[in-house]
Nanobody
Framework: QVQLVESGGGLVQAGGSLRLSCAAW????????MGWFRQAPGKEREFVAA????????SYADSVKGRFTISTDSAKNTVYLQMNSLKPEDTAIYYC?????????????????WGQGTQVTVSS
């Protein structure tokens, strides 16, 4: 059974940085795609970034391009989301997700496994 556990959220001032981690257990993820989504109060869950575990192809939402970087550490079975130049509108619960296959979808319904989420709050 796949388990995903996020960490690294917190409170940061606008312009600051945070690095989120997603530790994955349960199987070999070499054929999986990993994604980060976020959900702000009163809003739908939205795509942030995704990466193919093998090969490293990535995809980003336009709102975070140039500021966020997704990466993996195969030795640690961990996915990271480095967030720089944070803005108040980045405030949300951030979720890690995974799915089998190389495709990098942007819809949450296309991901089979989810973590519990970690809160990111950016103050102005």
């Amino acid at each position: 059974q796949v388990q995903l556990v996020e960490s690294g959220g917190g409170l940061v001032q606008a312009g600051g940085s945070l690095r989120l981690s997603c530790a994955a257990w349960g199987r070999s993820f070499s054929t999986y795609a990993m994604g980060w989504f976020r959900q702000a109060p009163g809003k739908e869950r939205e795509f942030v970034a995704a990466i193919r575990w093998t090969g490293g192809s990535t995809s980003y939402a336009d709102s975070v391009k140039g500021r966020f970087t997704i990466s993996t550490d195969s030795a640690k079975n961990t996915v990271y989301l480095q967030m720089n130049s944070l803005k108040p509108e980045d405030t949300a619960i951030y979720y890690c997700a995974s799915r089998r296959g190389a495709y990098l979808p942007t819809k949450s319904a296309d991901y089979a496994y989810w973590g519990q989420g970690t809160q990111v709050t950016v103050s102005s």
